[in-house]
């Protein structure tokens, strides 16, 4: 696309962890981004992008951006190191990982999320790469996956309801999910809907932006969701308030639920929960009458030991009133898997030694302190073993060594939780780091290596999107800004100078990106590649006034949706869903609870996503400084005044933020909105800075093995 002649505009797509996945349009003067904006033509995007990417340019062209690799002179996380040229940095790195591959590849670890979410920037080439060099497995636990775990349970797959069809429904439930922060195409539908006269509530232990909007507000306490929506399945039932014909045609294990959900009287649930027993009620009576009726879950509600089930209890609620029978009807988590992805075809699995019965070990990344705490001296239990859930140690990190870790598109020095635990194990001397980044990040301090990489501005990808249903190409609108490169070209330069030869390894970036889909699939029948390299975007070939669920046929064994899933007994969960009490909380570990009252939360800044904007300077401005919202009992009770300095701590850790006294937060919960780098965060004695990760846990969730990010106690006090 061509604008002015000295202006042009090149078609985009956003790369962060979002599930907007935003159509852009990049308006560049020379190598220069001038102006980032929303597709106007995309239905999803409609013109209209969030604050943070909408200053891209700032981002791009920010003066602390990586633009040569760098070799450490300095001790470990002493920040000093030395520009080498390409060749030199392949060479070395190559080097040392083959002698480490030599001794054991396993010992090897990629370590990436979804700093960038392309199909070739993210884990397309390197996911070869790394099979082909037989390094362990990563288990990519941090977000998601009790959330994904819990749906594909229900549903079989991640899919949901068209995000469209929201503006249309009379009752909508925003259960752990802000979407003013995190969705904003989202919310202006929500808003539509509220214009049209839609009821929307709040379901989150933080009044946050959106709930503020919302007509009802309910404060339960973190981990305590599975039981809230037993509870509405109680109501629904003994109320009759259920579609018993959809029940019957498109469920199974009702009668189990039914067992399961008795247990679960609103009085019991209003207990547990913090909530009132009448506003359980009231808002089973209304789930059980409004159609339609949608529900947006997101991943809030699943950063607890219990988070698969709760995902099964809230997903069965839709099952059980028929809400799929209308479009504006249903549930969405993520639309992720409606796209026909071919991962054989795109990651190359088939390149991994052992390949299919016996593959490297798999190391789950929400639980990286740990694995970094294995000696070297503990080599030898060399077996190819799987990350275990519920427990906080997976059996990989019990077993192999690290030796090399080899991060990108992720910053877990500071994202990773329980960060005194991550730092020690990235001060390891004799652990070999590798770090593909824009900027010198809290990870990129420990590492051995600093790779420059580019941004979403200067190379090409591919994305699907997990709250739409069109896929999104990027083409670069400039040149790498110095001698920065794609993390695709990083690894197709390293694996030559590794001496690897397998031609999968050297496919272009557009080869990989065709690779990662399967074409043949009916939702991409008539999308061909040319027109969505020229368009920018395609919607799958599906309609989104239709729901695709009205009529059942779920991707599920039996296509039903599973409101019981017999399956998990072979993995020794329960069938049922049911709440399992966090493993912070009184009924498990009372010790710890009575030492640290307060339960802690730290939900996205509404400026930040992740740590990336975080260093962008009107970003953090608009943002301020670390904070810890507490009730105002709470605050009283410590005997805690507005603006004071606090420390919020456990025995993990420690970080310091400006306590702001507050209705917002329910009695018993601190909130922290998140997450700053450690490097900006104010110091505790002359220490140095922490954000909130560092009294996270690395204990697991139940199912899926997900990270555990709001099951966390602490106390908090005065700073002097
Ligand atoms: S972060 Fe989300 S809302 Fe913002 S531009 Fe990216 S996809 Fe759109």
Known sequence: MTTTEQERTVRAACPHDCPDT????????????????????????????????????????????????????????????????????MAEIG????????????????????????????????????HALGASRLDATICSAAGSNGLASVHGKSIGMAVEQFEHSKLILLWGTNPVTSSVHLWRRIQTAKRKGAVVVA???????????????????????AALALALINVLITEDLLDRDWIEQHTEGFEALTERAMQWPAARAAEICGVAEADIVWLARQWGSVRPAAIRVNYGVQRARGGADAVRAIAALPALTGAWRDAAGGILLSSSGWFPVDVTGWQRPDLMPGWPDRLPRS?????????LAIPLENAGASTSVGSTSGSSTSDSSTSIPVEAIVVWNANPVAVAPDSESVIRGFAREDLFTVVLEHFQTDTADWADWVLPATTQMEHFDLHKSYGHTSLVVNHPAISPIGDALPNSEIFRRLARAMGLTEPALFDDDQTVARSALDWSHPRLAGVTWEDLLERGWAPLTMDPKVNPLANGGFPT?????????????????????????????????????????????????????????????????REGEPECLLHPADATQRGLVEGALVKVFNDRGAFAARLRVTERARRGVAVAPSIWWHRDAPGIQGGPGRNVNAVTSQRLTEGGAGATFYDCRVEVEALA
Not at 106 to 118: D, E, L, W
Not at 203 to 217: G, L, M, V, Y
Not at 569 to 583: M, N
């Open 363 to 371: 190391v789950n990344m929400s639980a990286i302190g740990e694995a």
């Open 557 to 621: 064994a039996s296509g039903r949706v599973q409101l019981v899933d017999s399956a998990l007994s072979v993995q020794g969960r329960d069938p049922v869903p049911d709440w399992q009490p966090p493993w912070e909380s009184a009924e498990v570990d009372p010790e710890r609870s009575a030492l640290y009252p307060l339960q802690l939360i730290s939900p996205p800044a509404r400026n930040f996503l992740n740590t990336t904007f975080v260093n962008v300077t009107s970003i953090r401005a």
């Open 203 to 225: 379901i989150d232990p933080f009044e946050s932006d959106s709930a503020q909007k919302c007509d009802r507000w309910l404060a339960l306490r973190p981990g305590t969701d």
């Open 22 to 89: 935003c159509a852009l349009r990049v308006t560049v003067s020379g190598n220069r981004v001038i102006r980032v904006e929303g597709d106007p033509d995309h239905p999803a995007t409609d013109g209209v992008l969030c604050t943070k990417v909408a200053r891209y340019a700032e981002r791009t062209h920010h003066p602390d951006r990586l633009t040569q690799p760098l070799r450490r002179v300095g001790p470990k996380g002493s920040g000093q190191f030395e520009p080498v040229s390409w060749a030199v940095a």
């Open 95 to 130: 080097q040392r990982l083959n002698q480490i591959a030599a001794r054991d590849p396993q010992r090897i670890v990629p370590y990436s999320y979804a700093g960038t979410m392309g199909f070739v920037q993210g884990d397309g080439l390197a996911q070869r790469f790394f």
